[in-house]
Each structure stands twice: as structure tokens, then as C-alpha cells.
């Protein structure tokens, strides 16, 4: 819920500065700042919150602990590529494929109770999902229309 409060909230402040600055109603440039700001946020979490997301990470999967990390890397690269007009499109599809990859890490997450921020097992349990996947899917189309399809939404 945090992180799409980020989005949101930072979607609506760009938004207007940008109005407010002569930059006309740029719903695509306010929707790839939202995403990024969304992006810096949940990267603090993977090293703030390292043990409990590794417990999230498939048993199958080694080092989770640096898995976790180098995630959190790559969302910052992501942060700043999708500010960056000539990285937009790869970014772009590069997130697409790492919010399909994430997606049975979160299901995992719920299905175990995971609370990632305590570390332990008494998180919100498999009814989180009804909230996480549709919202996965949100995230994938806010990237899908604001770094590969702008002109959709860019109503100026």
C-alpha cells in the first residue's frame, strides 16, 4: 500500500509543478517521475528489510540475501532510467519483466504470512493477494503507458 501511495501522491505533485511551470499537463513525464519516486522507495526497503524479503525469494534460489541487494540496485538504475529519455523504452520493458518476475515472490509472501519488515510470519496471509496482484498489474500499465506508449495519455 505504501509504495502506491508513493506513486500516487508523487504523480499528483508532479503533475501540477509541471502545470504550474509552464510544462502543460504532462501526464507522462508526472506518471515516470511517480514510478521512479515509487521505485527509490521500495529500493530502501531491500536494505533496510534484507531478511525478512529473503525469506520472500524462492527456496530454490541462492544467495538471497544478495539477490535481495542487487534488486535494490537495480530498481535505483531503473529510477534513474526512466528519467532519462534514452533509456526510457528499455527501462521501460526491463521493469515490465521484473514486476512479472517479483510477482511469485509476493505470492509466496502472502501464502507464508511473510512480514517482511519484522521478518517473520504473521503478515497479512493469502488474502493480501486479492490487494498485490491487481496491483502488480497496475504497475506494469502505469509502465506500459508512461515509458512505451506516452502518447495514449498525453492529452496536452
Do not use: C
Amino acid at each position: 500500500m505504501k509504495p502506491l501511495l508513493v506513486l500516487l501522491g508523487t504523480f499528483v505533485i508532479a503533475l501540477f509543478s509541471l502545470y504550474f511551470t509552464g510544462k502543460g499537463w504532462n501526464i507522462p513525464l508526472a506518471g515516470r517521475i511517480g514510478m521512479a519516486m515509487m521505485l527509490l522507495f521500495t529500493a530502501i526497503g531491500h536494505f533496510t528489510f534484507t531478511n525478512g524479503m529473503s525469506l520472500m525469494i524462492p527456496d530454490f534460489i541462492p544467495f538471497k540475501a544478495v539477490v535481495v541487494k542487487v534488486t535494490g540496485i537495480l530498481e535505483i538504475v531503473a529510477a534513474v532510467s526512466l528519467l532519462v529519455p534514452a533509456t526510457q523504452p528499455v527501462a521501460g520493458w526491463l521493469l515490465i519483466i521484473f514486476f512479472l518476475l517479483i510477482l511469485p515472490a509476493n505470492i509466496k509472501a502472502a501464502l507464508l504470512s511473510i512480514d517482511y519488515q519484522q521478518a517473520t510470519f504473521t503478515g497479512k496471509g493469502p488474502t493480501y493477494l486479492w490487494f498485490r496482484i491487481p496491483l502488480q498489474f497496475f504497475f506494469i500499465a502505469w509502465v506500459y503507458l508512461t515509458t512505451l506508449h506516452p502518447s495514449l495519455i498525453d492529452w496536452r
